[in-house]
């Protein structure tokens, strides 16, 4: 199967007001679409910024995968047998890199859970501390959920995998990305649903190549051969990576920054507004008609986690 593609999905707050406006008749050609020239100058001078956080247990090959999503060496993980013992806090770690292909600038935070759930019986399913983990996650973040090591699974073993987690996820209401809710159009409802039901991706991480056939591949020698990462037949890493990054990443940030951070700052104001007044306090309250003045300028602390609108 080909890696599903589509064009990045344009900011929510952009969408036109009414599909019914129709369009005006122009006499001549005015310039118009220079901004699409002006738009990629800027981008190539700004770069983009990508936020990830990976989850999962000790030993799942989190290092790796990132490392292979980037072909880069991203993340450093200890190698196996040395005897270090696994972090006993949930305490995050991030590392920041600025990646560059082509002229386009990446500068890419990847976080860490060390030590999440290291101590807690998985039985082949989400165990209650992802559940309970996801739901609070999917209301703040874009969630993508993959199975890791996946070579460690028979095909049979993989699909009967994926759907005991799909049913899982709509027992729990759990919504991961993308959101069916977002869908645009009916290209978008088409490829996204196809994308919904290989959800959870089936992955395998290696950042060592390989010789195959006379061609270099990125991929896990094992003593029945090798595995190869980009290969369709062997994994969904394809998938993940073109989900993240070449197909849906400005629709990640988009969502983000217009969905999932406004909700956050919602929030986080109607807190304040129940905290004890002091500097900066803002009265939200709906004034009632005695009460309406002449405004003044006032100032809006936002919260500590303003700089989050790219993480999902």
């Given at each position: 199967?080909?890696?599903?593609?589509?064009?990045?999905?344009?900011?929510?707050?952009?969408?036109?007001?009414?599909?019914?406006?129709?369009?005006?008749?122009?006499?001549?050609?005015?310039?118009?679409?220079?901004?699409?020239?002006?738009?990629?100058?800027?981008?190539?001078?700004?770069?983009?910024?990508?936020?990830?956080?990976?989850?999962?247990?000790?030993?799942?090959?989190?290092?790796?995968?990132?490392?292979?999503?980037?072909?880069?060496?991203?993340?450093?993980?200890?190698?196996?047998?040395?005897?270090?013992?696994?972090?006993?806090?949930?305490?995050?770690?991030?590392?920041?890199?600025?990646?560059?292909?082509?002229?386009?600038?990446?500068?890419?935070?990847?976080?860490?859970?060390?030590?999440?759930?290291?101590?807690?019986?998985?039985?082949?399913?989400?165990?209650?501390?992802?559940?309970?983990?996801?739901?609070?996650?999917c209301r703040t973040v874009n969630v993508v959920p993959v199975i890791a090591r996946a070579d460690s699974l028979t095909m049979e073993e993989r699909e009967a995998f994926r759907r005991?987690?799909?049913?899982?996820?709509?027992?729990?209401?759990?919504?991961?990305?993308?959101?069916?809710?977002?869908?645009?159009?009916?290209?978008?409802?088409?490829?996204?649903?196809?994308?919904?039901?290989?959800?959870?991706?089936?992955?395998?991480?290696?950042?060592?190549?390989?010789?195959?056939?006379?061609?270099?591949?990125?991929?896990?020698?094992?003593?029945?051969?090798?595995?190869?990462?980009?290969?369709?037949?062997?994994?969904?890493?394809?998938?993940?990576?073109?989900?993240?990054?070449?197909?849906?990443?400005?629709?990640?940030?988009?969502?983000?920054?217009?969905?999932?951070?406004?909700?956050?700052?919602?929030?986080?104001?109607n807190e304040s507004h129940l905290l004890p007044r002091g500097p900066g306090w803002v009265n939200l309250a709906p004034a009632s008609p005695g009460q309406l003045t002449t405004p003044r300028p006032f100032k809006v602390c936002r919260g500590a986690h303003d700089d989050?609108?790219?993480?999902?």
């Amino acid at each position: 199967m080909d890696p599903l593609r589509r064009s990045p999905s344009p900011c929510l707050s952009s969408r036109p007001s009414s599909p019914s406006t129709p369009p005006c008749e122009m006499l001549g050609p005015v310039g118009i679409e220079a901004v699409l020239d002006q738009l990629k100058i800027k981008a190539m001078k700004m770069g983009f910024e990508f936020n990830i956080m990976v989850v999962g247990q000790s030993g799942l090959g989190k290092s790796t995968m990132v490392n292979t999503l980037f072909k880069s060496k991203v993340w450093k993980s200890n190698p196996p047998g040395l005897g270090v013992p696994p972090p006993q806090t949930l305490q995050l770690h991030s590392v920041t890199h600025v990646i560059e292909e082509k002229g386009v600038k990446l500068k890419l935070t990847v976080t860490d859970t060390p030590g999440f759930g290291d101590q807690i019986n998985n039985d082949n399913c989400l165990r209650p501390l992802d559940i309970e983990f996801l739901q609070r996650l999917c209301r703040t973040v874009n969630v993508v959920p993959v199975i890791a090591r996946a070579d460690s699974l028979t095909m049979e073993e993989r699909e009967a995998f994926r759907r005991r987690i799909q049913q899982n996820l709509r027992t729990h209401c759990i919504d991961v990305y993308p959101q069916m809710c977002f869908d645009e159009d009916i290209n978008d409802r088409i490829l996204n649903s196809k994308l919904r039901d290989r959800i959870p991706f089936a992955v395998v991480g290696a950042d060592q190549e390989h010789m195959v056939n006379g061609r270099c591949v990125l991929g896990r020698k094992t003593k029945w051969g090798i595995i190869e990462v980009e290969n369709m037949a062997h994994c969904e890493f394809p998938l993940l990576r073109d989900l993240l990054i070449r197909s849906h990443l400005q629709d990640l940030k988009d969502i983000t920054h217009n969905v999932h951070y406004e909700n956050y700052r919602v929030i986080r104001l109607n807190e304040s507004h129940l905290l004890p007044r002091g500097p900066g306090w803002v009265n939200l309250a709906p004034a009632s008609p005695g009460q309406l003045t002449t405004p003044r300028p006032f100032k809006v602390c936002r919260g500590a986690h303003d700089d989050s609108d790219d993480e999902f």
